[in-house]
């Protein structure tokens, strides 16, 4: 990966909707997504790739009106994924995981398996009913999956765009989202920009003594 040229370059805002991504490496990319890690291995999302022109146009038409500007990222995008996170943690989805886990023998030694369990069935406790944050920090999860997704796409040449400008409510109905537990958290288009429409002006952060602290 080229650090450099990451950090010397603007998000791209404009696609070129005639270059799709190749299967192969959408695959890849979306097992990259599969495999971004969680806090206690929670995986609260859900993830909807929409590859279509159908799908994108759906999308499109529940926005809301005041987003309709990012109408056309998503239309120009070779793909765009809808982000979704857990609305709640029921029993049922820690058992899921617990038993995934069990099943792909991430645990051996039952006694770590059951000392692991305890130690994430205590920290659910404590962000339920202690920090009283559990929305919160499933969206955490969420959003560093988005982060690590953006880099991966990067490394195999694709240009990604996260977008939070959607009236979340009118998504999950378009797609049925709250229906199965989720609900919408961020957008992530991805393709090819527009050469003609490409960002040249300097990037503008702040010093690194402004930034950094050591001690």
């Given at each position: 990966?080229?650090?450099?040229?990451l950090?010397?370059k603007?998000?791209?805002?404009?696609?070129?909707?005639?270059?799709?991504?190749?299967?192969?490496?959408?695959?890849?990319?979306?097992?990259?997504?599969?495999?971004?890690?969680?806090?206690?291995?929670?995986?609260?999302?859900h993830?909807?790739?929409?590859?279509?022109?159908?799908?994108?146009?759906?999308?499109?038409?529940?926005?809301?009106?005041?987003?309709?500007?990012?109408?056309?990222?998503?239309?120009?995008?070779?793909?765009?994924?809808?982000?979704?996170?857990?609305?709640?943690?029921?029993?049922?989805?820690i058992?899921?995981?617990?038993?995934?886990?069990?099943?792909?023998?991430?645990?051996?030694?039952?006694?770590?398996?059951?000392?692991?369990?305890?130690?994430?069935?205590?920290?659910?406790?404590?962000?339920?009913?202690?920090?009283?944050?559990?929305?919160?920090?499933?969206?955490?999860q969420?959003?560093?999956?988005?982060?690590?997704?953006?880099?991966?796409?990067?490394?195999?040449g694709?240009?990604?765009?996260?977008?939070?400008?959607?009236?979340?409510?009118?998504?999950?109905?378009?797609?049925?989202?709250r229906?199965?537990?989720?609900?919408?958290?961020?957008?992530?288009?991805?393709?090819?920009?527009?050469?003609?429409?490409?960002?040249?002006?300097?990037?503008?952060?702040?010093?690194?003594?402004?930034?950094?602290?050591?001690?």
């Open positions: 990966m080229d650090l450099d040229k950090m010397s603007h998000l791209t805002r404009a696609f070129d909707p005639s270059k799709t991504i190749p299967e192969e490496t959408l695959q890849k990319l979306l097992r990259f997504l599969r495999s971004t890690p969680s806090s206690t291995n929670i995986q609260p999302n993830f909807y790739v929409l590859a279509t022109a159908e799908a994108k146009e759906h999308l499109v038409a529940n926005l809301g009106e005041r987003f309709q500007d990012n109408s056309g990222k998503i239309l120009n995008a070779s793909h765009t994924i809808i982000l979704t996170t857990r609305a709640d943690l029921p029993e049922s989805h058992r899921e995981v617990f038993d995934k886990e069990t099943a792909d023998g991430r645990f051996g030694d039952p006694a770590k398996r059951a000392l692991w369990q305890s130690m994430t069935r205590d920290f659910l406790n404590l962000r339920n009913y202690g920090y009283k944050d559990v929305n919160h920090w499933m969206e955490k969420t959003y560093m999956a988005l982060g690590m997704t953006m880099m991966a796409a990067a490394e195999l694709v240009e990604a765009m996260p977008l939070e400008g959607f009236d979340p409510t009118s998504v999950d109905k378009a797609f049925k989202i229906e199965t537990g989720h609900t919408t958290t961020v957008l992530l288009a991805l393709g090819y920009p527009d050469l003609t429409k490409v960002y040249t002006d300097p990037i503008s952060r702040f010093d690194a003594d402004q930034l950094f602290t050591f001690a």
